[in-house]
């Protein structure tokens, strides 16, 4: 499967893109906009298709370069972001107030950002390695 490593990071790279910018378009949509569509049933089934792909090529990747969450601190840092941005993710888009969910928006949106510098840094600090 090492043959395959430049692809599946590919892949990885490009859906961890298109979520971020489907999160993004979703999210102005509805908090923003006050728009039905961002919670259109053929729109979720496009995110979670997307997430589905992402997750995939990231089990992929794991297993080719031998690091896994628990062991690995920066992977477990991911984990355990992750977690956090499709917890806070789902409150931008279910809280009654509009506060609550654009306040829920822009936290997910750096929770993801700061998964990304974890990821290009491999170190649990992300962009606060470098200070």
């Known amino acids: 499967m090492e043959e395959f490593y430049l692809d599946i990071r590919g892949i990885h790279i490009g859906t961890v893109i298109l979520s971020g910018t ?3 378009i979703r999210v102005v949509g509805h908090n923003l906009l006050n728009a039905k569509w961002p919670m259109a049933s053929p729109l979720r089934f496009i995110v979670w298709s997307v997430d589905t792909i992402l997750l995939t090529a990231a089990l992929m990747l794991m297993t080719i370069v031998q690091q896994f969450p628990f062991v690995d601190s ?25 506060q609550v969910r654009i306040s829920c928006s822009v ?3 750096v929770i993801f950002g700061f998964i990304i510098t974890v990821a290009r840094t491999h170190n649990p600090l992300g962009l606060f390695s470098t200070i």
Do not use: D, Q, S
């Open 74 to 98: 920066w992977l477990t840092v991911k984990v355990i972001l992750l977690v956090a941005y499709i917890v806070i993710g789902w409150w931008a888009f279910r809280a009654e107030r509009k």
């Open 22 to 24: 489907l999160f993004l």
């Open 107 to 109: 936290a997910a949106l």
